[in-house]
């Protein structure tokens, strides 16, 4: 059973950085796509960033390009977000979630496993 566990959140100011970091278990990731999604009260989960397995393929939001980077650490099963220049506006719950597909797609229905999210709130 695939497990997706998320930690790093936390209340940040505008401006400021946060590391997220997704553990994952359960099964050989090889083929699998890793992303990050993110939630606002009232608001749809919404796309934030993906990476291949191989690290090969790395897909942002235009929303968060060239503030937020993804990364997976080699050797490990453990896929980061780095959020750099935050905004009140990227206050939501972030989600990891793996794709066994390896589409590397944007829509969260093609995404087959999810953590529980970890709460990430910036303050102006």
């Known amino acids: 059973q695939v497990q997706l566990v998320e930690s790093g959140g936390g209340l940040v100011q505008a401006g400021g950085s946060l590391r997220l970091s997704c553990a994952a278990s359960g099964r050989t990731f090889s083929n699998y796509v890793m992303g990050w999604f993110r939630q606002a009260p009232g608001k749809e989960r919404e796309f934030v960033a993906a990476?291949?397995?191989?690290?090969?393929?790395?897909y942002h939001a235009e929303s968060v390009k060239g503030r937020f980077s993804i990364s997976r650490e080699t050797g490990k099963n453990v896929v980061n977000l780095q959020m750099n220049s935050l905004k009140p506006e990227d206050t939501a719950v972030y989600y990891c979630?793996?794709?066994?597909w390896g589409l590397g797609s944007q829509s969260k229905n093609d995404y087959d496993y999810w953590g529980q999210g970890t709460q990430v709130t910036v303050s102006s």
């Open positions: 979630a793996a794709d066994h």
């Open positions: 990476i291949s397995w191989s690290g090969g393929r790395i």
